[in-house]
């Protein structure tokens, strides 16, 4: 039934109609601050995750995640090469033409693999779709596999482009170890977080087994402000203004700029692209884990440099089984805990169905 919802339900080509504006829509469209996400070195935590420097780390991370929930981090362990070798790769896709790219559709394969249509999802039906197309990876499961054959969230084999169109190296080598990359980090960037947490340092591990991890390459053409929407047309992002759905996100962002994260005062902030940096923030999973005390803040995209803008997003989202309760003991919002996937169904869905 699950995957029934999403093959019937976010997949469905649709036509937008004109749809009162909801609040979300009407904040402020151009108003930005200086930018006040912390940059954190967790080189010393690499190192030696129990010494005075670490301690320090985690102490910065606790104070970013109850504060914006976003900071990037430096010293992170992945290679230039391989960050390089990732945006050459997406480069290389997305100048593809549309009819080499559309057979692609991730619409059309199991456990939503490969590429996401240009305008194909927005957060907010009072917004035109997102001026962004994408491809997804994740952890390749073969169509044998019980969770594939249950049609389990982001659960299937990857799909990769014909190599007449891109040879393995131009595109599924460099995508598969950008992702082992990622699928470390991103285990590490969990171990520090839980050690800001009194639930032990292992409170994560199973949520991090077998996990549902999206990664998503990202291609922003250029676009008009969305301040300068008027005339009853509809403002249009890049990204329109969203939480992140997971636990959290790990973002590179080329040498363009446009990531905004709004702070508790209604202001936009700036997240300035560092070529030696991730931008990590905190999605809605470990915000509910922690009783809302860390932040899953409303971000978006806005590209109106006139130039292509490249992003590689890694969702770590997790093991669908885990359920998103309070880690505390105290009752979930709503008073009955949901699971991962039950979780993520309906906000993927919402993000793709809307008409």
Known sequence: MRLNILRNSIFRPRTPTPLPVKPLARRAMHTTSSTGIPTIDIGPYLAAPDSPESRAII??????????????????????????????????????????????????????????????????????????EGYYTGIDVPLTDPAVIARRFFMGPNVWPSENLLARHEFREPAEAYYQAMLKLSRTVMQIIARTLPYGENVFDKFVENPAAPLRFLHYPPGRAPASAGGGVKPQFGSSPHTDFGAITLLLQDEHEGLQVEDSNGRWLDVPPRPDAYVVNVGDMLSMWTGYRYKSSVHRVINEGGTDRYSIVFFLDGNLDVPLSPLDGSQPKGGKAITVEDHMVKRITESYAKK
């Open 59 to 132: 102490s910065k991370v606790t104070k970013a995640c109850e504060n914006t929930g976003f900071f990037q981090i430096i010293n992170h362990g992945v290679t230039p090469s391989i960050q390089q070798a990732a945006f050459a790769a997406a480069r290389r896709f997305f100048a593809l033409p549309f009819d080499q790219k559309a057979p692609l559709d991730a619409k059309k394969n199991v456990g939503m693999r490969g590429y996401d249509v240009l305008a194909s999802q927005n957060y907010d039906a009072g917004l035109l779709p997102d001026l962004k």
